[in-house]
T-cell receptor, first 115, second 115 residues
Framework: DAGVIQSPRHEVTEMGQEVTLRCKPI?????LFWYRQTMMRGLELLIY????????DSGMPEDRFSAKMPNASFSTLKIQPSEPRDSAVYFC?????????????FGPGTRLTVT | AQKVTQAQTEISVVEKEDVTLDCVYE???????LFWYKQPPSGELVFLIRRNSFDEQNEISGRYSWNFQKSTSSFNFTITASQVVDSAVYFC????????????FGKGTRLSVIA
C-alpha cells in the first residue's frame, strides 16, 4: 500500500505569493493531521480532520492559513500571502479511528522556503 | 495541558554501545497513548511504537526496547548495540483519550552513532 503522499516535496516562493500544499492520506484512513516543524518550535499541530470535518484548527497561526478536505482522499493547506516566517517543513499524517490504535503515519513532508 | 519533555538534546555514542533516550510526560487524562518516532537525516517521520496507559509491560523489538513507568511518568527508549544507521532524531509523543487525536511531541533527541 502507498503511504501518505505529499506534494510538492520542496517549494520555494517569494513573500506575498500564495502557496498550496497537498496531501493524499492512506486509503481507508479517516483522520488527517497537518503538522509544521521548525527549529524553534519543533513539531506542532496546525489542524486536523475526522471524516473530512475539521475538528481543531486552533494551531493555525493566523488567517493567512486555511485548510480543506473536500473528500476522504485529498486535503490542501493554503498560505496566502506567504511570509518568510512560514518557512518550515509541513507534514501531513493520517490514521484510522475506531480501532483504538491511533498510530499516525506521516508523509515525507513539504519543505517550504519563503524568501 | 499535555506536555512531553525530552531532556537530552543530543547524544553521541560509539557503535555497539547501548543508549537510552529519556521521555517524561504530563497529562491529566487517565487514558492516553505514548509513541516514539524516528526521523532519519532524510527527514521522514517513522513510527516505532505505541503504548496505551493501561499497558505497562516493557516491550522489546530486536535491538529496541521500551520501558514505560506510570509512577514516574516516563517512557524511555533503549537501543542495544547501537549502529550507525540508528543515527537520527527520536521523538517521544503523547495523545489523549482514544489515541486518535493530535500528537503532542517532545523536542526530540538527536542521536549520533559514531563508527
Amino acid at each position: 500500500d502507498a503511504g501518505v503522499i505529499q506534494s510538492p516535496r520542496h517549494e520555494v516562493t517569494e513573500m506575498g505569493q500564495e502557496v498550496t500544499l497537498r496531501c493524499k492520506p492512506i486509503s481507508g484512513h479517516n483522520s488527517l493531521f497537518w503538522y509544521r516543524q521548525t527549529m524553534m518550535r519543533g513539531l506542532e499541530l496546525l489542524i486536523y480532520f475526522n471524516n473530512n470535518v475539521p475538528i481543531d484548527d486552533s494551531g493555525m497561526p493566523e488567517d493567512r492559513f486555511s485548510a480543506k478536505m473536500p473528500n476522504a482522499s485529498f486535503s490542501t493547506l493554503k498560505i496566502q500571502p506567504s511570509e518568510p516566517r512560514d518557512s518550515a517543513v509541513y507534514f501531513c499524517a493520517s490514521s484510522l479511528t475506531g480501532t483504538g490504535s491511533g498510530e499516525q503515519y506521516f508523509g515525507p513532508g513539504t519543505r517550504l522556503t519563503v524568501t | 495541558a499535555q506536555k512531553v519533555t525530552q531532556a537530552q538534546t543530543e547524544i553521541s555514542v560509539v557503535e555497539k554501545e547501548d543508549v537510552t533516550l529519556d521521555c517524561v510526560y504530563e497529562t491529566r487524562d487517565t487514558t492516553y497513548y505514548l509513541f516514539w518516532y524516528k526521523q532519519p537525516p532524510s527527514g521522514e517521520l517513522v513510527f516505532l511504537i505505541r503504548r496505551n496507559s493501561f499497558d505497562e509491560q516493557n516491550e522489546i523489538s530486536g535491538r529496541y526496547s521500551w520501558n514505560f513507568q506510570k509512577s514516574t511518568s516516563s517512557f524511555n527508549f533503549t537501543i542495544t548495540a547501537s549502529q550507525v544507521v540508528d543515527s537520527a532524531v527520536y521523538f517521544c509523543a503523547l495523545s489523549e483519550n482514544s489515541g486518535n487525536t493530535p500528537l503532542v511531541f517532545g523536542k526530540g533527541t538527536r542521536l549520533s552513532v559514531i563508527a
